[in-house]
């Protein structure tokens, strides 16, 4: 995707009648407006301001600085109903942008490589006709504009902020590289993986590169250990569950003669289910600790972050598939039976407080995968992820005949 113009594809036909040629236009000037302008987790303030700004101009009830840089936009439409609620995540990565585009990253090291511009400028355009349409809507809409996706637990914030108060059930998306351009797609139970972050200290002694019979050496034990890890998936996991560690850090001694006393790794786990989990835990541990025992050495493991796996409702799931089958088509929306990815995110600890469903629109087959600093999110899917919001909330909040 080095060009500015994807290959047209027609994805946003089906929306033509939801959105107009201006509301879609202006949504894509935001989304390469955002692209241009990257900023970190909890650092989103410009991104926060630009959504605040739009959402207070179309007549939401706005609240801003929630978890530090997010907002939240409510839409009551003064009927009763339910209360539903849509969610946005806006910040970007530090990352070097390699697409060559005309709006690409003007902040040297920070790149929207997630699509998480285009997830906040879909939830805008949604915004933009639900406001038009609210007369025709009872109940209450609340759009979740997250910061701190990446590693920042900016979910956890916001739910700390009691931004699920009175919510029924939440609803997000994330666009994904590989599969057919603007097909809307989900999955009931464990939908995307869950990831934790462990860091393994191995103490050993050091010494005299020459003599290495008198020392411990954690670089030795520690490469034991990286070839350990690499077992629990092959063996100690069944084939038909999904698991995979990866050491993504290994750091000891500065070189020369000397044998260093400590060395450092950074492992990361992801999993398919709470169970899966929980096996991966107990095994990094057991093989950690014993592999440092046998040579002598000491283990200390601790879990520096963790992300459950997004676990759909299963009713909720069956509903938002058979939307995007009314919306779009049953050739362009679909259940899928597999994980779609085994990267983690942090809607999943929205779906842990109320029921909801994690949807996915494809970003075209031949998209740069996720956090390559060649990705760019498509503007032909806009349409269809904010159509998705809108079918949504005009199914689910329907008036009372």
Same mark, same amino acid.
């Given at each position: 995707?080095?060009?500015?113009?994807?290959? *047209?594809?027609?994805?946003?036909?089906?929306? =033509?009648?939801?959105?107009?040629?201006? /509301?879609?236009?202006?949504?894509?000037?935001?989304?390469?407006?955002?692209?241009?302008?990257?900023?970190?987790?909890?650092?989103?303030?410009? *991104?926060?301001?630009? =959504?605040?700004?739009?959402?207070?101009?179309?007549?939401?009830?706005?609240?801003?600085?929630?978890?530090? *840089?997010?907002?939240?936009?409510?839409?009551?439409?003064?009927?009763?109903?339910?209360?539903?609620?849509?969610?946005?995540?806006?910040?970007?990565?530090?990352?070097?942008?390699?697409?060559?585009?005309?709006?690409?990253?003007?902040?040297?090291?920070?790149?929207? /490589?997630?699509?998480?511009?285009?997830?906040?400028?879909? !939830?805008?355009?949604?915004?933009?006709?639900?406001?038009?349409?609210?007369?025709?809507?009872?109940?209450?809409?609340? !759009?979740?504009?997250?910061?701190?996706?990446?590693?920042?637990?900016?979910? =956890?914030?916001?739910?700390?902020?009691?931004?699920?108060?009175?919510?029924?059930?939440?609803?997000?998306?994330?666009?994904?590289?590989?599969?057919? !351009?603007?097909?809307?797609?989900?999955?009931?139970?464990?939908?995307?993986?869950?990831?934790?972050?462990?860091?393994?200290?191995?103490?050993?002694?050091?010494?005299?590169?020459?003599?290495?019979?008198?020392?411990?050496?954690?670089?030795?034990?520690?490469?034991?250990?990286?070839?350990?890890?690499?077992?629990?998936?092959?063996?100690?996991?069944?084939?038909?569950?999904?698991?995979?560690?990866?050491?993504?850090?290994?750091?000891?001694?500065?070189?020369?003669?000397?044998?260093?006393?400590?060395?450092?790794?950074?492992?990361?786990?992801?999993?398919?289910?709470?169970?899966?989990?929980?096996?991966?835990?107990?095994?990094?541990?057991?093989?950690?600790?014993?592999?440092?025992?046998?040579?002598?050495?000491?283990?200390?493991?601790?879990?520096?972050?963790?992300?459950?796996?997004?676990?759909?409702?299963?009713?909720?799931?069956?509903?938002?598939?058979?939307?995007?089958?009314? *919306?779009?088509?049953?050739?362009? /929306?679909?259940?899928?039976?597999?994980?779609?990815?085994?990267?983690?995110?942090?809607?999943?600890?929205? !779906?842990?407080?109320?029921?909801?469903?994690?949807?996915?629109?494809?970003?075209?087959?031949?998209?740069?995968?996720?956090?390559?600093?060649?990705?760019?999110?498509?503007?032909?899917?806009?349409? =269809?992820?904010?159509?998705?919001?809108?079918?949504?909330?005009?199914?689910?909040?329907?008036?009372?005949?």
């Amino acid at each position: 995707m080095g060009t500015d113009q994807h290959e *047209t594809q027609n994805v946003g036909e089906a929306s =033509v009648s939801v959105f107009s040629k201006p /509301a879609i236009a202006e949504a894509t000037a935001i989304r390469q407006h955002l692209h241009a302008n990257p900023e970190l987790r909890y650092e989103e303030c410009q *991104t926060a301001d630009l =959504v605040a700004g739009r959402l207070k101009a179309l007549g939401y009830d706005v609240t801003e600085g929630v978890a530090k *840089t997010g907002v939240v936009g409510l839409l009551d439409t003064g009927r009763p109903g339910p209360t539903i609620a849509f969610r946005a995540d806006m910040d970007a990565l530090p990352i070097e942008e390699q697409t060559g585009l005309s709006y690409a990253s003007r902040s040297p090291g920070k790149m929207h /490589a997630c699509g998480h511009d285009g997830h906040t400028a879909s !939830l805008l355009l949604a915004a933009r006709k639900l406001a038009e349409d609210h007369d025709h809507l009872s109940g209450r809409i609340k !759009l979740l504009f997250q910061p701190a996706e990446e590693g920042g637990l900016g979910a =956890v914030a916001m739910i700390e902020a009691d931004v699920l108060k009175g919510v029924e059930n939440i609803y997000g998306f994330h666009n994904r590289p590989g599969f057919p !351009l603007g097909r809307v797609f989900a999955k009931s139970g464990p939908a995307m993986g869950g990831s934790t972050r462990y860091e393994l200290t191995i103490a050993g002694h050091g010494g005299h590169a020459a003599r290495p019979d008198l020392a411990i050496d954690p670089i030795l034990v520690g490469s034991a250990v990286v070839q350990g890890l690499q077992s629990i998936v092959s063996r100690r996991l069944s084939p038909l569950e999904s698991g995979v560690i990866t050491v993504t850090g290994f750091h000891a001694g500065g070189g020369g003669n000397v044998i260093p006393p400590a060395a450092r790794l950074m492992i990361s786990a992801r999993d398919g289910s709470p169970d899966v989990f929980a096996l991966l835990g107990h095994e990094i541990r057991q093989v950690t600790t014993n592999i440092c025992s046998a040579h002598g050495a000491r283990a200390e493991i601790t879990q520096l972050l963790r992300i459950p796996s997004v676990i759909n409702d299963r009713a909720q799931t069956d509903f938002v598939i058979k939307v995007a089958i009314d *919306t779009f088509g049953e050739n362009r /929306a679909g259940h899928i039976d597999r994980l779609a990815t085994m990267g983690a995110e942090d809607f999943a600890f929205y !779906l842990e407080q109320v029921p909801g469903c994690f949807f996915f629109v494809g970003n075209g087959e031949e998209s740069a995968y996720l956090h390559d600093p060649k990705y760019d999110f498509c503007d032909e899917i806009l349409p =269809v992820a904010g159509g998705m919001f809108v079918a949504i909330a005009t199914h689910r909040l329907r008036p009372a005949i």
